[in-house]
């Protein structure tokens, strides 16, 4: 890279992509620190940038108009995104779902509609735990196909840094794909700007290892861009404001997210905050709320009231997901859509009783035709779940419950 330091934005110390490394990091791969991961971080500092400095700029653009409640936010896709080669034919399955969700929300609201993919990078996942066991026998967690393979053996389990060159090209391949579309007139509902890819993309920032090499010094935009993606986000087990990964995305010029969950206090938030968005600059920040449905009347608005009082102008975004996942009888982790749907109500309930607008919503789905949430309008019952379960990690709304989920969310947000 052209310089070994610069300003950051905030300020206050000097930032450098490689400047986490000597910062506490939940979450850590778990690879050895030798030739291997030396030899992939060199090849990918030497790949093409994904992303350009001019897209992430647009894209914050646009978050602004979300931030004044000019637009709308719905962002969706993979909980882990397999290493599967992208097709013309599946872009088109998730570009279709897209523009239904986005006709749906825009023509209820008459507003634009910002879409927005886990897509060309949600290859990483944190796990609760390092180990588990499959079948007896104790071995690594599967931690998303950037770093091992989700087969239950010890061999496939095992960290192994040439998987970030193989996330890389797949990364490529579906953008390749992305902007194919765009080109041939397939762009969302809301989607400004010629030249864009049909999705902006956005992945959870959890290898580090993978987004230094790919961070680039821009000099028209003075400023580093992380060209992985447009919007990465930290979840919520590596939101410390000192920790590693939220240092990392301070620096960056792109928009930025993070998970805010129930145990998170007004304090927290704040300081959060003002870490990843000093300049309090509408369209850099997005907080993604992942409460639960029985937690978020009561956790979520002195939280947005904090932020609101401390200047910034937030998108806030509902993951209705991530705390409503319980263990069917069956053994499999699935989502109820009551849960689903009761949260994305109360999370509009919540955010305007805070003095904000809603932004959207966050969404692990696909357009497969998949059984791995229950209930909804489809009428799939625990007892559903084997004959079509199949998510690398977590469980995904189908098209029909996607569908339902943003009509129920578009509905209420109407009633305001």
Not at 291 to 319: K, N, S
Request: with cysteine; charged share 25%; net charge neutral.
């Amino acid at each position: 890279m052209r310089e070994l330091t610069v300003t950051s934005l905030h300020g206050r110390a000097p930032w450098h992509p490689a400047r986490w490394r000597g910062l506490p990091a939940g979450q850590p791969p778990g690879w050895p620190y030798d030739d291997r991961l030396r030899q992939a971080h060199a090849q990918l500092a030497a790949r093409s940038a994904l992303v350009t400095a001019e897209e992430v700029l647009t894209l914050r653009r646009r978050l602004a108009e979300v931030a004044y409640g000019r637009g709308m936010v719905i962002q969706m896709g993979d909980c882990a995104e397999p290493f599967a080669p992208a097709t013309p034919a599946g872009i088109g399955r998730t570009l279709e779902l897209f523009r239904d969700v986005s006709r749906v929300v825009g023509e209820r609201l008459a507003l634009p509609v910002l879409t927005v993919g886990r897509i060309a990078g949600q290859f990483a996942k944190p796990r609760s735990s390092p180990t588990e066991e499959v079948d007896g026998v104790r071995m690594p967690a599967f931690r998303g196909f950037l770093v091992n393979d989700m087969a239950p053996d010890a061999t496939a389990r095992r960290p192994d840094p040439r998987r970030m060159l193989w996330g890389y090209e797949h990364a490529a391949r579906t953008l390749f794909l992305l902007r194919r579309a765009a080109d041939e007139g397939l762009p969302m509902r809301g989607h400004w700007g010629d030249g864009l890819p049909a999705l902006w993309t956005s992945h959870e920032s959890l290898v580090l290892d993978y987004e230094e090499p790919l961070t680039r010094w821009d000099a028209e935009a003075q400023g580093w861009v992380l060209t992985s993606t447009h919007l990465p986000w930290t979840g919520e087990r590596t939101r410390h404001p000192d920790g590693a990964h939220v240092r990392f995305l301070a620096g960056l010029l792109n928009p930025v997210g993070c998970k805010v969950g129930p145990g998170m206090s007004p304090e927290e938030v704040v300081r959060l905050a003002a870490t990843l968005d000093p300049e309090r600059r509408p369209g850099r920040l997005v907080l993604i709320s992942r409460m639960g449905a029985d937690r978020i009347e009561d956790r979520l608005t002195p939280l947005v009231e904090a932020v609101r009082a401390a200047g910034h102008a937030a998108v806030w975004l509902c993951d209705p997901m991530h705390g409503n996942t319980v263990r069917a009888a069956t053994g499999h982790k699935t989502r109820h859509m009551r849960a689903v749907v009761a949260e994305s109500e109360a999370f509009v309930r919540a955010v305007c009783r805070g003095g904000a607008r809603p932004g959207g919503l966050h969404l692990e789905s696909t357009a497969e035709p998949v059984t791995e949430c229950v209930g909804g309008r489809c009428g799939i019952s625990e007892n559903d779940l084997p004959f079509a379960y199949r998510s690398a990690c977590d469980p995904r709304l189908n098209a029909d419950q996607t569908m339902e989920t943003v009509e129920r969310f578009a509905e209420q947000l109407a009633r305001i």
